[in-house]
């Protein structure tokens, strides 16, 4: 096993080493009448664009104020420097008579080329959009299709240094991808003012989400031509909706933009949409969003309003580890280190030999997560850990560890060790519930606790350096009113390679508050020749409502979370269209619209017998075509399926009625059927609980 081990080890090595300096020749493929995409940008360009946070409501007004923005709030230093301006800056007759492109004139009296002019005054660069197809009104806002040279010029002549090309218009006219952004880019290369422009390829089209495209005309098709064409290239569709970013669609987008690291060069990225801070993110959502485009060699282009931004977010995104990992000269995109699944770990090789590594947490609760540095490529006895995010700086034996929260990364700099030990690499675990009253939580679930509970909670620390810790303490802090009452002793020396867990009694009280609540841990140790050191480390905690009473229409009643595949679960509407909950025809007066995949939970805490409700896709759907329109329903109590439905489609809603007897936590969960979410819009309705 050691041996295989080993073999296993040094093969990973040798992929990281070798797998994104020099694509396969058949990966990259290139013609000899189409030269290659110049280097421009050596590492991945970094900017801002209009799409996310201001869609197409934008004047020469806004941009300017932006671009002031960029420079006052840092961004600008941290290499955030090009205003990239999306589709909406066109006339509504886009091209003139004489076959030019026009800017809106309410928006843009004086033209562009003044504005880039400020744009360029401030020291950024100015980026701009088209599409490759042409324009077809009311299919697409925009096309350069048939103008291709004439419309490079006008952007050189304009003074852009950047072009997005959509594929809006050239999905529409049923056009080959290939073929017109390689004349796209000819185009550009030869533009009359021979003025260097990064091209962004994006074509956004993907199966199923789109509808059924065959492969070739789908944006999992673009690595196989764009590095030779393009500085960047989208691998999937857009990340979410405007002013609606969910982590499981940043998730989606990073998988599939991971699928080709071998092509990914010095001047060539592979591009999974933009940075979505405070779009709907959490905070600890959105930091993972930065840390795997980090990794990932990914452009670094902001959707949101940078005006908007919190200082906290502003800090994540001027980090200068996280932004010297992606900056990194050798342009290695990351690849996964182990099987996929609800916890993984990611290694990026870095210029200097080191590694960028990644513990990334997909699930629903905190996890302290490890990998080993010979798994990603380094061999030694010692081996230094700079945190990226926090900027601590410890020493360990070869393990890689880090308490990480529900949909968070830790984001570690890994290289062998020099000179005297250092500091030991201690993870301090985040509290973990596991057990409320006499039942016991499974694995990766998030606690659901209410008034009057007992909870235990847990904390483990684990000292992967060197050099022992003594003393280690462990203290729990609870909201006021709680009780926390330890149940054993941490002890006296934590050895190099040693772990313990410390447990806690947690009371509630009767009339806890309902809403979010946390559990701090304090972990404090003594290491000699650097005094004594803390971590703290903080597990959220959801107080529930109390549970429905008689008759209850849960779409009235308030969920714990509820979560929708695209925009958010409606009351008494379908998803999306405003629209009552309608079946096959009936209208139904209180229901929960989703678009699949969706969790809607409640917190029934024991009192409840039964639960009836009717599921289907709803009728708005027949407006919008025949594809897609099937779902997977289920009833889950505790974890436990009480209810399937199959496949749903939207003919044959199915009646449900299920026994809730003893069920604490009800989830009403809905799935794609496997076909994907198009055209999902699926109800529960009349959904009643009888408590």
């Known amino acids: ?154 952007f050189a002549a304009w003074g852009f240094d950047a072009v997005k090309v959509d594929y809006l218009c050239g999905i529409a006219a049923n056009l080959d991808p290939k073929t017109v952004f390689t004349e796209f880019a000819q185009a550009l290369r030869n533009n009359a003012s021979h003025r260097p422009m990064i091209f962004n390829l994006c074509n956004p089209v993907t199966s199923p989400d789109w509808g059924n495209y065959p492969e070739s005309q789908q944006s999992i098709f673009s690595w196989s031509y764009a590095p030779g064409i393009a500085q960047s290239w989208r691998t999937y569709t857009d990340v979410g909706f405007q002013g609606d970013i969910k982590f499981k669609d940043v998730l989606r987008n990073y ?49 949101s309003d940078v005006r908007k931004l919190s200082a906290t977010t502003i800090g994540m995104l001027t980090d200068p580890d996280v932004i010297a990992i992606n900056q990194d000269r050798a342009a290695v995109q990351a690849v996964r280190v182990g099987p996929a699944g609800t916890t993984e770990t990611w290694v990026k090789r870095l210029a200097d030999g ?40 410890t020493e360990s034996t070869g393990t890689i560890s880090a308490a990480v929260p529900a949909h968070g990364t830790a984001l570690f700099r890994v290289e062998p060790a020099r000179g005297l030990p250092g500091i030991p690499h201690v993870t301090a675990g985040i509290p973990q519930v596991t057990q409320i009253g006499t039942q016991v939580l499974p694995e990766g679930t998030a606690p659901v606790v ?22 280690p303490a462990i203290t729990l802090a609870a909201p006021a009113g709680w009780t926390v009452t330890p149940l054993n002793k941490a002890p006296i020396l934590l050895a190099g390679g040693q772990k313990t867990t410390l447990a806690f009694k947690v009371k509630l009280p009767a009339v806890a508050a309902p809403g979010n609540a946390t559990l701090t841990a304090t972990t404090a140790y003594d290491v000699i020749g650097h005094g004594r050191l803390r971590q703290a480390t903080v597990s959220p905690v959801v107080v529930a409502p109390a549970p429905p009473d008689g008759e209850a229409a849960l779409s009235h009643h308030p969920w714990i979370v509820a979560t929708s595949g695209w925009m958010s679960p409606t009351v008494d509407e379908s998803v999306g269209g405003g629209s009552p909950i309608s079946l096959v025809s009936q209208t139904y007066p209180t229901g929960i619209g989703v678009a699949s995949p969706s969790q809607v939970r409640y917190y029934l805490g024991q009192q409840c017998s039964r639960f009836t409700a009717t599921v289907g896709i709803d009728d708005a759907v027949r407006n ?48 794609d059927a496997g076909d994907g979410g198009y055209n999902d819009r699926a109800d529960w309705a009349a959904p009643t609980a009888t408590c």
Not at 266 to 271: C, T, Y
Not at 362 to 367: H, I, P, T, V
Not at 450 to 471: H, I, Q, W
Request: hydrophobic letters at 40%; aromatic letters at 8%.
């Open 255 to 303: 998988d599939a933009n991971a699928k080709h690291p071998e092509v990914v060069k010095p001047g060539a990225f592979s591009d999974p949409d933009y940075l979505a801070p405070e779009l709907g993110m959490s905070d600890e959502e959105f930091r993972s969003q930065l840390t795997l485009w980090s990794v990932a060699a990914a452009p670094l282009i902001l959707g």
């Open 354 to 393: 080191g590694r960028a590594v990644v513990l990334l947490n997909r699930g629903d609760s905190a996890k302290t997560l490890t990998a080993k540095a010979s798994d990603v490529g380094l061999s030694g006895s010692r081996f230094t850990l700079k945190n990226a995010w926090t900027n601590a700086v």
């Open 624 to 671: 919008v075509g025949p594809e897609g329109g099937t779902s997977t329903f289920q009833v889950v109590g505790d974890g436990k399926v009480l209810y399937d439905s199959g496949t749903v489609d939207r003919d044959n809603p199915k009646p449900v009625d299920v026994d809730l007897t003893g069920v604490r936590v009800l989830d009403l969960l809905v799935g």
């Open 1 to 154: 096993m050691k041996r295989l081990s080993a073999l296993l080890g040094g093969l990973i090595a040798a992929v990281l080493v070798t797998a994104s300096i020099a694509a396969p020749a058949s990966a990259t493929p290139t013609t000899t009448t189409t030269p290659q995409a110049p280097v421009i940008s050596p590492t991945p360009y970094m900017g801002w664009n209009t799409y996310y946070g201001l869609g197409g409501d934008f004047t020469e007004t806004t941009i300017r104020s932006v671009a002031d923005s960029l420079v006052s709030r840092g961004l600008k230093k941290a290499g955030y420097d090009i205003v990239w301006l999306d589709g909406g800056w066109q006339a509504d007759q886009s091209r003139s008579e004489a076959g030019d492109l026009v800017p809106n004139p309410a928006k843009f009296p004086n033209g562009l080329k003044p504005l880039v002019d400020y744009i360029h005054s401030k020291g950024l660069k100015a980026g701009i959009y088209t599409d490759a197809g042409p324009y077809i009104p009311g299919k697409c806002g925009l096309g350069s299709g048939g103008y291709y040279q004439r419309d490079a010029d006008q």
């Open 450 to 471: 209410a008034g009057g509970d007992e909870l235990r909670a847990e904390v483990a620390v684990r000292n992967d350096g060197l050099l022992p810790v003594f003393k």
